[in-house]
C-alpha cells in the first residue's frame, strides 16, 4: 500500500509540475509577443525595447520639420498612437534618430549597444543637423511620453569613422576621443 500512495504522490507531482510549467511557457510567450508587437506600451532601455528591422527611406521630399517616424513608416508632426510603435524621429530629409537614447554607455558597451539598438552612430555633420533640431525634437519626444534629451554628451563618429564623445558646448559639440577609458560614459544616440 506505500509503494501505491508514494506512486500516486509523484503521478500527482509530476503532473503538477506539468501543468506548472506550461502555464509559465505560456505566460512568457504572451509576454515576449506584446513585447515584439510593440503592444506593451513600455520599452525601458535596450533590453526592453524589440529591434526593428524594417527600411527606411534614403531621403523624404517633403520635410517641413522634426517629425515622428513610426512602426508602419507613417510619419507626422502629430503623435498619432495608433500608427503603432515610435521607431525614430525625422530631424532633416535624410536623417531620421533613433527611437532610444540609452544613458551611461561605456566604451567597452558601445559595440554591444550598437548591434543591440541596430542603428549606427552619427557623423560629425549629422551632430550638427542634431543640434539644429535640439530643442523641437525634444518637444516631440515628450508628447510621447519620452524623457526629453538632457544628456550634454553622447557617442558619435569622427570624420574618420571612429567613436568619440560630443560635448555640447555653447550649442556646438566638442568631439573628444575617450575610448581607451573604461569608466568614461556617455548617452548614445543613435540614428536609423
Wanted: net charge positive.
Amino acid at each position: 500500500m506505500e509503494e501505491r500512495t508514494i506512486c500516486f504522490i509523484l503521478i500527482g507531482l509530476f503532473v503538477f509540475l506539468f501543468c506548472f510549467a506550461i502555464i509559465v511557457a505560456l505566460y512568457y510567450g504572451h509576454k515576449t509577443q506584446k513585447e515584439l508587437s510593440g503592444q506593451s506600451g513600455v520599452y525601458k532601455g535596450p533590453a526592453g525595447e524589440p529591434k526593428w528591422n524594417g527600411i527606411l527611406p534614403k531621403r523624404v521630399d517633403d520635410y517641413v520639420r522634426p517629425r515622428y517616424v513610426y512602426e508602419n513608416l507613417v510619419e507626422s508632426v502629430d503623435y498619432v498612437p495608433e500608427n503603432g510603435r515610435i521607431i525614430g524621429y525625422r530631424i532633416s530629409p535624410e536623417l531620421v534618430i533613433h527611437s532610444r537614447v540609452q544613458s551611461h554607455v561605456t566604451p567597452p558597451t558601445l559595440y554591444r549597444y550598437l548591434q543591440r539598438l541596430g542603428g549606427r552612430l552619427l557623423s560629425p555633420d549629422e551632430v550638427a543637423i542634431l543640434l539644429d533640431a535640439w530643442h523641437d525634437l525634444s518637444d516631440l519626444r515628450k508628447k510621447a511620453g519620452d524623457d526629453a534629451l538632457d544628456c550634454v554628451k553622447f557617442w558619435c563618429c569622427s570624420k574618420e569613422g571612429l567613436p568619440v564623445c560630443a560635448k555640447i558646448h555653447n550649442n556646438r559639440a566638442l568631439l573628444q576621443d575617450m575610448i581607451g577609458f573604461a569608466k568614461f560614459d556617455a548617452s548614445l544616440i543613435l540614428k536609423r
